[in-house]
């Protein structure tokens, strides 16, 4: 096992380069609090890491080889290598397949596999799957009392919503959750890349109506959508229904609104509907909802749609993830993916091709958010959660659908400009509204 003097000098670097590392430079400080040795060759280790921004806590994984003969695996994958200490190659222990078997057995003692692959990019943990049938997800940035992921599926479960994959063991220390292994869907196809499917085709299509080209993805949406408000109804009893308060949402949306440059939005429009939505009487209930909700976390096998990671947007405060709000925020992030696909899918159209294609792109998305909305609301009908009056409920909708174009807008000018578009659309259509 390495000493955690030795880490602490090769563990700034290497934390700089991770993607679900959460600050934007070499962290200043990076203090050992735990170190451990679970099976041979592998050293577990938790440390506190001062970004500038305060301390958050991370967990490690660690394997080791003679400096001398470094490993085939870690070609390519420089960036998983932390450095040389006393003559040993430190790496991060999931690029070993031998450790990576071996850490499986830990998470789910007695399970065992022949083969392991990582799953790819990710932005905040880091997942592997074994021959196919399991998938292992280990939590990199850790909170105490528990990750929601852990928490809201094995609820889920336990209270009888089965378009989960099912939990198989959780690897725990302390406060802290440190993994989870589920059953891995393996002939399942994401929600997002059969959403891009349906308008490549669309797009190519000799046909301006999605309903009668090939490839129409709006009864797949409908059964998402009621898919969605069993998942809510779940949510519910697992973790309670609570009063709902229109008047903190609109502090909210404010704060959120206020952090936009001027000229993004017509700023008397946001403050007219800021106004419309403290008016409203009968918000509906606020429950535990998925906090993340989009294209890319549904996935669809033959037996229906699977709804993944539950830790919601990685950039809030856990608090504010775990905070019980209305269900239509989900709802609000799914239309939000239908709008970002039927975008994107048109940015990958030759350039002089993109303005004919726009109105198919509006097509598509109102085609699929009704049915979506159809398929949600007929399964919640009853069930209490929503506004009982339809303009209510529009309202509260447009409320989500307007903080999540917030959110978008702010991630998109940092880091992806050329879709900043995207959202500012979004905001200007919502606010004319």
């Known amino acids: 096992m390495i000493d955690a003097a030795s880490l602490e000098k090769v563990l700034p670097d290497y934390l700089s380069r991770q993607r679900w590392y959460g600050g934007t430079e070499v962290p200043s400080t990076v203090r050992v609090r735990g170190i451990d040795e679970p099976v041979e060759g592998l050293t577990w280790v938790l440390v506190d890491v001062d970004s500038g921004d305060g301390t958050d806590t991370y967990q490690v994984v660690v394997g080791h080889r003679p400096a001398t003969e470094p490993p085939g695996f870690v070609q390519g994958h420089e960036e998983g290598v932390l450095g040389t200490v006393d003559g040993l190659l430190l790496y991060d222990a999931i690029l070993d397949p031998g450790l990576a078997l071996s850490l499986l057995g830990v998470v789910v003692p007695g399970e065992k596999a022949e083969v392991v692959r990582p799953m790819g990019a990710e932005q905040s943990n880091s997942s592997l799957v074994y021959d196919n ?9 850790l909170v105490p009392g528990g990750n929601p992921d852990v928490e809201v599926v094995t609820a889920l479960v336990a209270n009888g919503f089965e378009n989960v994959p099912r939990p198989v063991g959780v690897w725990e220390r302390g406060d802290y959750d440190l993994a989870i292994c589920q059953e891995f869907l393996a002939e ?18 000799d046909c301006d109506d999605p309903a009668e080209c090939g490839g129409d993805f709006a009864p797949e949406a409908e059964r998402l959508g009621d898919v969605t408000a069993h998942m809510h109804v779940a949510l519910a009893q697992a973790f309670g229904r609570h009063p709902s308060d229109p008047e903190a949402w609109a502090e909210s949306l404010s704060r959120h609104l206020a952090k936009l440059d001027p000229n993004d939005v017509d700023q008397a429009a946001a403050a007219r509907f800021v106004e419309r ?4 009487v009968d918000p509906g209930q606020s429950i535990r909802v998925h906090g993340d909700y989009h294209l890319g976390q549904v996935l669809r096998t033959a037996a229906g749609w699977y709804v993944l990671d539950f830790e919601g947007e990685p950039t809030r405060p856990l608090e ?6 209305s269900p239509l925020k989900d709802v609000a992030g799914m239309v939000r993916s239908f709008h970002y696909a039927s975008r994107v899918a048109v940015a990958e159209q030759a350039e002089g091709q993109r303005q004919a294609i726009a109105p198919k792109a509006e097509k598509w998305e109102l085609r ?3 049915a ?7 399964a919640a009908a009853g069930t209490g959660l929503l506004p009982a009056d339809e303009a209510s409920r529009d309202t509260v909708l447009a409320t989500f659908e307007l903080d999540k174009a917030v959110y978008e807008v702010l991630y ?8 900043l578009d995207i959202p500012l659309s979004a905001l200007r259509r919502l606010l004319a509204e």
């Open 412 to 419: 998109e000018r940092q880091y992806r400009p050329d879709w």
């Open 372 to 378: 979506f909305l159809q398929g949600y609301v007929a």
């Open 188 to 205: 399942a196809a994401e929600g997002w890349s059969l959403a891009l499917t349906s308008l490549r085709d669309f797009y190519a299509a």
């Open 277 to 280: 939505l403290r008016a409203v």
């Open 133 to 141: 049938r399991l998938v292992l997800k280990l939590f990199r940035r």
């Open 320 to 325: 504010e993830r775990t905070r019980p709000t």
């Open 368 to 370: 699929n958010r009704e």
